[in-house]
């Protein structure tokens, strides 16, 4: 449908409409007390939908431009998880009390869009599209072990967004938030298992062990272990309804750790 | 009962954080830190066996703020089942490293071609690597994949097998992955292509020490000196140059340097230096493991004890204000 070439240069102008169609959303999503308030609110869910149909084009070009999942690379696991933020968000859009929430994805995916503009822009070289090294070329299990695990870090990140936004508010509203948080945790811990599985067997069918201490998988445990930690707290003590959402955002911090600084070894490819 | 959670889930931390600071754990650490977590939730497992059907709920998270308590439902039940499941499945898992570790060998093997090496420490089992490939994306010079035809000695049946990347050879338990490969610039092969007067080719791949002592040839080529001119930049390739002596018996007939593509012909015979081949040394895992399997049905287990524990919390809590 499209030569690699066109479709690598078509991802610039997109970028720049992603972020547009992003930031208006956010801004739609936060409208002033007025009486058009839930038509503004909508209004910011349409150009959100607006803005998921393109990015997931901008992916399709990518796929049709390198051959491969956008899961290599700085670049491409961006572009990736900015989409599986704002897709989690729009698909359970529906649960009470989850709409606020429009925001922390609109806002994910507006600045993840902004850093890979400037990826493009000042550091071109990372997002040519580039042939994935042999020992993820020849498996079948790398999209397997990524695709989860990309889509975890975007329940967790909403998961974040409502446990920070529970430390604040009225006592009332404080329990639906850590309700709406716990909803966003648990997928996010099936698909995070899942992926570390899955990785586990990509692991042993590449090298034999189906657990090798590298840098991103100990601290992936770390953070398994931190989630963990926050779906078993709790019940009925007090210290544990306020250690929830701590642990929570504990997990996330480790998150965007082992995101940006852990890429050694078997992920150096990232 | 959450201290034993707490503790062990801190364990599992602090063999995260091991890890991540080593990049490796020692096989003693090993031992002690996977026995700990292990042993704790052992115990977990066992008094959560024991006092589940008392409880009114599976996973607890928010305080429904409800003191009465009432017998267990079918949503409650799930969740009892569904923590026990991953509880269950953490310690199945970790069951798994620690029988991996005590029960498993791992060498790692690095054979340059024509190499043969002992497997395992097993003096009947050997691995020989007869040759190796590299295969590229068309038109670029980045590998698409690495194979490598290897002779196996194992159990007295000797086989002939490709290893390539993420397809290893499987025999009984045992198993030999291609990890990695290099190409050594200190060992390698002249490629030699010799024209017969009557149109036949025939082509020749010997170490630079070697000498070609065919029939069908009626001279013998020798090497004296063998070198590659690195004075080219990069990206031209560097040029190979050979010096050889064709001779008869006890005669030397001509004495020549050919820098490869370049050939020399002698009474219709025309002999091509084509230029070299890089040996490779390719680097073999062979393996014996069966914890793989227990690690499987831990994760499995696991899985699905999440799954069960969120469709209790789906039913239970989410949606409603009370909670």
Known sequence: ?270 | MGIFVLLSLLSLILIGLTGFIKSFARPPLIYVILGMPGVLLLAFFIIRLIRGPLRDQGWGIIDTGIKKKHPLRWHGLLGYIGGGLALLGLLVILTGAGWGHIFGAKQTLTLTEGETRQLLSNPDDSLHLYKFCPTFYPQSRSANDYKALVITLLDSVFTWDTVSLNSPIKIGNRRIYLADCAMSKDSLYLLFRLVLPWGDTIPYEFPPEGVIDDPRFPLIVSFEKFHIDRTQLWPEPEVPEVSINLMLPGELLLSERLRAPDSVSLEDYTLFFDGIRMRPTVTFICLKDDSWIIAAAGGALLIMGLILGFISQAVLRFGRQDV
């Open chain 1, 1 to 270: 449908m499209f030569d690699p070439l066109t479709a690598f240069t078509l991802e610039r102008p997109l970028l720049i409409i992603l972020s547009t169609l992003y930031g208006l959303a956010l801004v739609f999503y936060c409208p002033p007390a007025i009486k058009a308030k839930r038509a503004i609110k909508i209004t910011g869910l349409a150009l959100h939908i607006a803005a998921l149909l393109i990015h997931s084009f901008l992916l399709f070009l990518r796929l049709s431009s390198t051959g491969h999942a956008p899961f290599a690379g700085l670049y491409e696991t961006l572009l990736s998880i900015s989409w599986s933020t704002s897709f989690v968000f729009l698909v359970l859009s529906w649960k009470r009390g989850a709409f606020g929430y429009g925001r922390g994805a609109a806002l994910v995916s507006w600045a993840i869009i902004l850093a890979c503009i400037i990826l493009h822009v000042f550091a071109y070289e990372k997002v040519v599209p580039r042939y994935l090294p042999p020992i993820l070329h020849t498996s079948t299990w790398f999209e397997l072990h990524t695709a989860p695990a990309l889509l975890a870090y975007a329940f967790f990140t909403l998961a974040f967004f409502a446990a920070l936004t529970s430390l604040g508010g009225k006592n009332e509203t404080r329990p639906v938030r850590r309700s709406v948080a716990s909803f966003y945790l648990w997928p996010g811990m099936i698909l995070f298992t899942a992926s570390l599985g899955l990785g586990g067997a990509a692991s042993r069918l590449a090298c034999g062990s189906w657990w090798m201490w590298n840098p991103k998988s100990a601290f992936s445990l770390l953070t398994w272990g931190l989630f963990f930690l926050a779906l078993v707290s709790g019940g009925k003590k007090r210290w544990a309804k306020s250690a929830f959402p701590w642990l929570v955002m504990a997990g996330f911090a480790a998150i965007i750790f082992t995101f940006f600084f852990t890429n050694k070894g078997l992920h150096d490819f990232l």
